[in-house]
């Protein structure tokens, strides 16, 4: 089969196209034809060894798949942990999901990762209240996109949607964003506060980490929340006890895949994405779809942010 391989750590020119046989599944695993498989900035962080869970070589990449089970014939998502970017992945049984005949493999594809992350964010990192104001950072982006469109629909009074450009702006608005406003670190904090009436924000969705998480933080109220789900920056952050104290505010980190440790914590979220998207109440933005040939200039696109919504890899061409 064609897959992408990693033989060592470092730019997108680690990500090679190679043939490789196709994988055995295990007593408890499925063997998965790939037919779509899903990109992640995450998968930017595996190539170069920074993420949060370490990588071994040599390496297939790609957590997500959507295709079709060897042994049914069953339309499915999958979470494979790694070996998406290939013909063929197998994945555990209990992680493989099957997709409604009302959904085709990009939007499904779009929920398991970045909908379930962005699902989790509302109930159960950030427990937004009815009312409350949300901040979503990178709103046109896979998470941000669905994250925007959840927010009234999970009970937040007021969402702000930050974007690079008009354009990306504008698409949050569309999506259900009540503001939308540039992300840039200098002067954000005010944008922030002018964009909810001069009020401080109850809770922000934050995935790049630095500058911008400072600047967000200084946003919040008291009891206000910053849900860390990313750190694109790699840029640290120092954040004293005092000030938590201080401002009686609160940051919480969330890596989707502790889910998986819990019994159905993951399922009854995607079941829930699902359900929305086959009622038509939520939109998934399908950006570009490449070559499995072209992983490497994807990645270099996504790092780039010339991306919006769901990036795809389409192991078929």
């Not at 998965?32 to 190539?47: E, K, S």
């Not at 297939?60 to 290939?86: I, K, N, Q, S, W």
């Not at 964003?177 to 109850?202: F, I």
Request: net charge negative.
């Amino acid at each position: 089969m064609r897959a992408v391989q990693m033989t060592e750590f470092g730019g997108p020119e680690v990500l090679q196209l190679v043939e490789l046989p196709v994988p055995e599944p295990a007593a408890d695993e499925v063997l998965i034809r790939v037919t779509r498989a899903g990109l992640n900035f995450a998968d930017t962080h595996t190539r170069t060894n920074s993420y949060v869970q370490k990588a071994t070589l040599p390496l297939v990449p790609g957590g997500e798949v959507a295709g079709v089970r060897e042994d049914t014939g069953e339309r499915v998502v999958a979470l494979v942990g790694d070996g998406g970017y290939a013909e063929y992945a197998t994945a555990p049984a209990e992680r493989v999901f099957p997709i409604p005949p009302g959904l085709d493999d990009a939007v499904a594809l779009a929920m398991v990762i970045q909908g379930t992350t962005a699902w989790h964010m509302y109930r159960t990192a950030g427990r937004v209240a009815d009312g409350e104001c949300v901040v979503v950072h990178s709103g046109a982006g896979g998470v941000g996109s669905l994250a925007v469109q959840l927010g009234h629909q999970l009970g937040a009074g007021r969402v702000i949607a930050t974007a690079s450009g008009e354009e990306r702006r504008a698409l949050t608005l569309e999506l259900g964003a009540d503001a939308a406003v540039d992300p840039a670190p200098a002067g954000l904090t005010e944008r922030l506060l002018e964009a909810n009436g001069g009020e401080p924000v109850d809770v922000v969705f934050e995935m790049a980490g630095g500058e911008m998480f400072d600047a967000s933080y200084r946003a919040l109220a008291p009891f206000g929340r910053i849900i860390v789900c990313g750190i694109s920056t790699t840029e640290a952050n120092t954040l004293s006890t005092g000030s938590l104290l201080r401002h009686s505010r609160a940051v919480v980190g969330f890596y989707v895949f502790h889910c998986l440790q819990r019994p159905g914590m993951f399922a009854e979220a995607l079941a829930d994405l699902f359900a929305r998207a086959e009622r038509g109440r939520l939109r998934v933005i399908v950006g570009n779809t490449y070559k499995l040939a072209d992983a490497a200039q994807a990645q270099i696109d996504l790092r780039a942010r010339r991306t919006t919504g769901k990036l795809l890899l389409d192991p078929t061409i």
